[in-house]
C-alpha cells in the first residue's frame, strides 16, 4: 500500500489542523494506519493508531484529549484531527500502515506542522 500524508502547515498556538493520510490500492482497509512525527533533533515517536475497522484506536499521552484519528475506507483516507495546538507538537507527521498495533511496515512521505507561540 502506498500512502500520502497532506495537510500540514502554519498554525497559532491553540488552533487545528486535520491531516489526511491518502491510501492507494485495495488493501488499504484491510491495514491499521498510525500517525508519527519526528522533530528536529528529536527521536520519532508514535502520535495515533487506528485499526482497520476503526474500532480500535491509541493515542500517546501527550495528545490525548487533543487529537482525534478516524478513518473512511470508502476513500482510503485515514484523518487525524488536531485542536488546541502548541508549539511541542511542532514537527513532520507520518503516516504509515501495517498491523495493529504497531502499524509500521509501510511509510508515506510526511506533512510539516509548525505551531508558533
Known amino acids: 500500500v502506498q500512502l500520502q500524508a497532506s495537510g500540514g502547515g502554519l498554525v497559532q498556538a491553540g488552533g487545528s489542523l486535520r491531516l489526511s493520510c491518502a491510501g492507494s490500492?485495495?488493501?488499504?482497509?484491510?491495514?491499521?494506519i498510525g500517525w508519527f512525527r519526528q522533530a528536529p533533533g528529536k527521536e520519532r515517536e508514535f502520535v495515533a493508531g487506528i485499526g482497520w475497522t476503526g474500532g480500535l484506536k491509541d493515542y500517546a499521552e501527550s495528545v490525548k484529549g487533543r487529537f482525534t484519528i478516524s478513518r473512511d475506507n470508502a476513500k482510503n483516507t485515514v484523518y487525524l484531527q488536531m485542536n488546541n495546538l502548541k508549539p511541542e507538537d511542532t514537527a513532520v507527521y507520518y503516516c504509515?500502515?501495517?498491523?495493529?498495533?504497531?502499524?509500521?511496515?509501510?511509510w508515506g512521505k510526511g506533512t510539516q506542522v509548525t505551531v508558533s507561540s
Open positions: 490500492g485495495d488493501t488499504f482497509s484491510a491495514y491499521a
Open positions: 504509515t500502515g501495517g498491523r495493529w498495533p504497531a502499524p509500521m511496515e509501510y
